[in-house]
C-alpha cells in the first residue's frame, strides 16, 4: 500500500486522477491532496472518506511514494525537484519537464519498460499526443513512418473549467469569463496555447516534439494543426500517415485491434465511427475511418478519438503509477 499525493487535487485533471486512483483499486495506503493555499483545510471525498486538502509543503514532508501532478507548469518546474528531493516519484502532467532530456516521456503502452527506480520526475504527454502515438507506434513498427499530417478538433475541457463554464454561458446566452479570445461554442479556433515565431502553436509543436521523444525517432516527419471545438467527450483527430512500406488495409485493421489501449471502431454499413459522445469517460483510445490515401503511394487515412481527461492526462498518469507498484520501482 502507498502513499500517494495528488497535487492540483480541486482541478479538472486532478478530479479525473482521483475519480481513476478510486475506479481502478490503486492500492492507497494514504492518500495526500494537494492544492492551492487557498484550498487548505477544505475537504474532498475519496472512495467514501473525506480528506483534507494540504500544502505543497506539508506534503513533502510526509514523504509520499508517489506524487501526481496536475498544477501547471510553473508549479510544477517549483515543486516537483522538491517532491523528487525527497524520495517521492512525481508523475507530472504538465508541459514543464517532457522535452528535458533527462526525464523519460511515457506513455505505458509504449515504453513503460525504460522506467527505473532512479526516474523521479516523469512526464505525462500531451493529450492530443497520447491518443495519436497509441496508433501511430504499432504501424510504425510494421510499416515505418516516414510522415505524418495530423489535424485535431479539440475538447473544451482541455482548457479546464473555465473553458467549460464560458460555452455553457454561451448557450445559455450568460455573460461571463471569457477563457477564450473569441466565442467558443457555434465555433472553431484554430488556436490552442500560445503562437511561436514559425507560425505554428506550442501544442503543435509539442505534438511534433513529443512524437519523436516517446517513439524514439528523430525521423518521423510530422505537421499539426490543433483546432478548439465546443465539445466535452475528448479529442478528435485527422491522421495522414505516410510509411515507407506499402500495406493492407485489413493487416493495418488488426494491428490495431491487437494494440493495447486501442480499440478499433470502423464499420461504415452500420456507420460504427469513433466519436466524442462515445469516447466520453473511458480510457481507450479509438480509431475508425480506416482507409487509403488514394492522391499518394503507402499513405493511409485514419480518425482518432479519446477522452483528454482520462487516456489523455489522469489514466495515462496512473497506469505509469500502476506500473512502478508493479515492478518495485518506488
Not at 486512483?21 to 483545510?41: C, D, H, T, W
Not at 515505418?144 to 455553457?168: D, F, L
Not at 464499420?267 to 466519436?275: I, N, Q, S
Not at 469516447?279 to 478519438?305: M, P, Y
Request: with cysteine.
Amino acid at each position: 500500500m502507498l502513499k500517494i499525493a495528488v497535487v492540483g487535487a480541486t482541478g479538472l485533471v486532478g478530479n479525473k486522477m482521483l475519480q481513476v486512483l478510486a475506479e481502478r483499486n490503486f492500492p492507497i495506503g494514504e492518500l495526500i491532496p494537494v492544492a492551492s493555499e487557498k484550498s487548505v483545510g477544505k475537504e474532498i471525498n475519496f472512495k467514501g472518506k473525506n480528506y483534507k486538502i494540504v500544502s505543497a509543503e506539508d506534503a513533502i514532508a510526509s514523504k509520499p511514494d508517489i506524487a501526481l501532478f496536475s498544477a501547471g507548469g510553473s508549479t510544477s518546474l517549483l515543486l516537483a525537484p522538491k517532491f523528487a528531493a525527497a524520495g517521492t516519484t512525481v508523475i507530472d502532467n504538465s508541459s514543464a519537464w517532457r522535452m528535458d532530456p533527462q526525464v523519460k516521456l511515457v506513455v505505458p503502452e509504449i515504453n513503460a519498460q525504460t522506467l527505473t527506480r532512479e526516474d523521479k520526475i516523469i512526464a505525462n504527454p500531451n493529450c492530443s499526443t497520447i491518443q495519436m502515438v497509441l496508433v501511430l507506434n504499432p504501424l510504425h513498427k510494421k510499416f515505418k513512418i516516414s510522415r505524418v499530417v495530423v489535424s485535431t478538433y479539440q475538447s473544451v475541457t482541455g482548457t479546464g473549467v473555465k473553458a467549460v463554464k464560458q460555452m455553457e454561458n454561451e448557450r445559455n446566452n450568460i455573460e461571463g469569463e471569457m477563457a477564450y479570445k473569441y466565442r467558443i461554442d457555434k465555433n472553431a479556433l484554430p488556436h490552442i496555447d500560445v503562437f511561436l515565431e514559425n507560425g505554428y502553436t506550442k501544442e503543435e509543436m509539442k505534438m511534433v516534439n513529443e512524437t519523436r521523444k516517446i517513439m524514439g525517432d528523430e525521423n518521423i516527419h510530422l505537421t499539426a494543426t490543433c483546432v478548439r471545438i465546443p465539445v466535452v467527450g475528448g479529442h478528435s483527430e485527422s491522421l495522414n500517415i505516410e510509411f515507407e512500406k506499402d500495406f493492407n488495409i485489413e493487416e493495418v485493421k488488426n494491428i490495431l485491434s491487437k494494440a493495447p489501449g486501442v480499440i478499433v471502431q470502423d464499420d461504415l454499413e452500420k456507420f460504427v465511427y469513433p466519436m466524442p459522445l462515445l469516447a466520453h469517460d473511458k480510457d481507450d483510445t479509438f480509431v475508425g475511418r480506416i482507409r487509403r490515401d488514394e492522391s499518394q503511394i503507402n499513405t493511409l487515412n485514419c480518425w482518432v478519438v479519446s477522452d483528454n481527461l482520462r487516456k489523455g492526462a489522469a489514466t495515462n498518469a496512473v497506469q505509469i503509477a500502476e506500473y512502478l507498484e508493479k515492478n518495485n520501482l518506488v
